[in-house]
């Protein structure tokens, strides 16, 4: 099984800050998922990379797929109170099983 | 319509009952995933369906059984659960189970085995 090491695993800022989490691995996937989670709800998909070196914004969210595809992170531009939730990137294996890294709790305070 | 349904929200169950989870999804998607989620951590794959056949079966205990009576359902039938297995259970789906395609989550089943 593939593994994906995402960090940082707790993140606590305060508004309008700007943040970044990564997530990475020793092999490569065919594409990789961001999700966000709020507590008690379902993992809501944010974005899809798929191509090496590929970039997608989504409003003030940044999400870049590493060129070799082992690789991704999300930044956060001038973070607000809700985007407060669990963060977890997940990456295609063979069966089309996801690998999830282990999430990333972020806290933005007002 | 991304949407998948799952009922009931909250279940409270003894460890001798027998329940039922249930999922929904009319996107026509054929591949239907339950996931296993405690608190603060990932998704934890169970079982995977593929044209309403088990594909995947992540070695999990009998007392959780599966079945996909037609490609839109997806049920988990639930017996002399422990108290470790309280927890979110959640239902994804995706078009089919090749790795081009994303999985849409349910709201999930919170679970609490007493």
């Known amino acids: 099984t593939q593994l994906l090491e995402q960090s940082p695993q707790f993140l606590s800022i305060q508004e309008g800050e700007n943040l970044t989490v990564y997530c990475n691995s020793s092999s490569v996937f065919s594409s990789l998922q961001w999700y966000r989670q709020e507590p008690g709800e379902g993992p809501v998909l944010l974005v899809t990379?798929?191509?090496?070196?590929e970039v997608k914004k989504l409003k003030r969210l940044t999400f870049q797929f590493g060129d070799a595809r082992k690789d991704s992170s999300l930044h956060i531009t001038a973070a607000q109170p809700g985007d407060t939730g669990l963060y977890l990137c997940a990456g295609k294996e063979y069966g089309n099983k996801l690998v999830f890294g282990a999430g990333t709790i972020l806290r933005v305070k007002s | 319509d991304t949407e998948v349904t799952q009922t009931p929200k909250h279940l409270v169950m003894g460890m001798t009952n027998k329940k039922s989870l249930k999922c929904e999804q009319h996107m026509g998607h054929r591949a239907m995933y339950w996931y296993k989620q405690k608190a603060k951590k990932p998704p934890e794959l169970m079982f995977v369906y593929s044209y309403e056949k088990l594909s995947i079966n992540e070695s999990v205990p009998s007392r959780f059984s599966p079945e996909c009576p037609n490609s839109s359902l997806l049920n988990l039938h639930l017996h002399a659960l422990q108290p470790e297995d309280s927890a979110l259970y959640l239902c994804a789906s995706s078009y089919t189970s090749a790795p081009t395609y994303e999985q849409y989550f349910g709201p999930g089943t919170r679970l609490t085995v007493t």
């Open positions: 990379v798929v191509t090496g070196g």
